[in-house]
């Protein structure tokens, strides 16, 4: 029977099942039109009372503080740990936080520099990891499920930054069957890696945008997954930048601003523009592209990072926003996802000082020489009904994700050419471990495209329909992972394991 036919009878309690998929039981559930409403529905209901405070000054991440006394050396302590927060007046939150904060402390370092961190899980009964999403770091320190930091115990990730590293990463927690919750319960940081030489001009400045989503009930509480997040990947009910609601950055008349963006939700798509300002993508997942593009929109699935330089040449308040999207839906309760406003950049009157022009060239990008071979993963979700209700499972050629199966292997320094094909209901972000690609091709309905530039990618958005196709070097042995970052879909099956041989 089809996704869609099992949603119109209701889904109510999710249970844990030993073949990675969502088990579900049919009770207490109303079919949508005749009163009833899906778990995320009541939630929202509750939280409609929840206002969040907006309009505060934009805050500058805390950065995580280099108690290396030596250059080329960062050496710091990143601890993992509940927390209390406040995001609405006179309620206080229960979240996971890195060092007290969430999102975590912003961690800065340099090409060719040594890094050294001391992660402490103070987590209750939980194991977690920190992975280095995007980052060029050896197997062993990769973060994956197969090696856990159990609650109570410390562990240091040490790995050198290599040159020509430099962009904008992320770290977020991932240990088997708990990364959804630990990230929407707070746990994400920013990660950028500087260069050397860097061709854009000082004068923007370097602002970091983290972009996450929360869920609040009345008593300020963040409730646990509903089966529709399940279904269909956590979409909170406000989107904050840097931990607050639309908060303002003042800047001067033709002034421009470098602007580094991360989708650090768990599963909420962000198509953005600004309205009153002129956006050129510089950079994405792996840094720099080789050139600025103009762009009057942008679209960020969860994992993505994106950098910008934003002009601002006329006064007045300047509102970054989100645009419509559709990435396919299962069953009620589909969030709002037009119209809102997530920074307004509120420009003087004055004028701001003269800068640089940006370099028509940025750095040089050499697509990837001929691949070796080819892979072909299929993107599939499957449900069926067995006696206790309703399985469902996100899969990838067929198989739900088992941490003790290798389902490729390759060869350190072999170019491949792998085609992703989406078969399901929504669109899943494609994330691979360990390295940068680069996407050469999408196809969707027998017509063939180019993307509009030539980058450095580690997370790209699969449409529902779409075959994206993408060159692909592993140069690090190890057992590395590739999976939807949907975070509920990967927890739930839509995750694999390849193991690059040297």
Request: with cysteine; aromatic share 6%.
């Amino acid at each position: 029977m089809h996704r869609r036919g099992f949603l119109a009878a209701g889904l109510a309690t999710v249970l844990a099942s030993s073949r990675a998929l969502a088990q579900t039981k049919m009770d207490d559930m109303s079919m949508p039109g005749m009163g009833g409403h899906a778990g995320h529905d009541m939630a929202a209901m509750a939280q409609d009372a929840v206002i969040l405070p907006e309009g505060q000054v934009l805050r500058d991440l805390p950065m995580l503080a280099n108690e290396a006394d030596r250059p080329g050396l960062f050496r710091a302590r990143l601890t993992a740990e509940p927390a209390i927060a406040r995001f609405a007046e006179g309620r206080d939150t229960p979240i996971l936080a890195y060092n007290g904060m969430s999102p975590g402390p912003l961690i800065e370092a340099f090409e060719g520099d040594r890094v050294e961190i001391t992660f402490a899980n103070r987590i209750d009964s939980e194991a977690s990891t920190i992975h280095w999403h995007g980052m060029p770091v050896p197997a062993d320190q990769d973060g994956n499920p197969m090696d856990p930091v159990a609650a109570g115990t410390e562990r240091v990730y040490a790995f050198e930054l290599p040159e020509g590293s430099a962009g904008s990463y992320w770290y977020h927690p991932h240990p088997h069957g708990k990364t959804a919750e630990q990230v929407y319960r707070g746990l994400a940081g920013a990660f950028v890696v500087k260069a050397k030489a860097d061709p854009i001009p000082a004068e923007y400045g370097d602002t970091v945008l983290v972009f996450t989503d929360l869920r609040l009930a009345a008593d300020g509480s963040i409730p646990s997954n509903s089966m529709s997040d399940l279904m269909n990947g956590r979409v909170g009910d406000h989107v904050l930048v840097n931990g607050q609601k639309n908060p303002r950055l003042s800047v001067a008349k033709g002034a421009r601003r470098r602007l580094r963006l991360y989708n650090a939700t768990n599963a909420r798509f962000l198509k953005l523009a600004f309205d009153g300002a002129t956006m050129t993508v510089i950079g994405s997942d792996g840094g720099l592209l080789a050139a600025p593009v103009a762009a009057d929109e942008i679209l960020l699935s969860p994992g993505e990072r994106i950098e910008l330089v934003a002009s601002f040449d006329r006064p007045g308040p300047v509102i970054l926003y989100t645009l419509g999207y559709d990435r396919g839906w299962m069953g009620p309760g589909r969030p709002a996802d037009a119209g809102l406003t997530l920074l307004t950049v509120d420009v003087s009157e004055s004028e701001a000082e003269a800068v640089p022009q940006l370099p028509a060239r940025l750095r040089p990008i050499a697509q990837l020489a001929a691949p070796v071979l080819s892979r072909r993963l299929v993107l599939t979700e499957t449900m069926a009904m067995n006696s206790t209700g309703m399985e469902m499972g996100f899969l990838i050629n067929g198989k739900a994700f088992d941490m003790g199966r290798v389902d490729f292997v390759t060869r350190a320094g072999e170019i491949e050419l792998w085609e992703i094909v989406n078969q399901a209901d929504m669109d899943h972000p494609f994330h691979v471990h360990g390295t940068q690609f680069q996407v050469i091709e999408h196809e969707r309905d027998g017509a063939v495209s180019k993307p509009p530039y030539l980058a450095w990618k580690d997370t790209v958005n699969v449409a529902r329909g779409e075959t994206v196709r993408l060159l692909l070097r592993q140069d690090r042995p190890g057992q590395r992972m590739y999976h939807c970052h949907i975070l509920e879909h990967e927890q739930l099956g839509m995750m694999g394991v390849l193991d690059v041989m040297s």
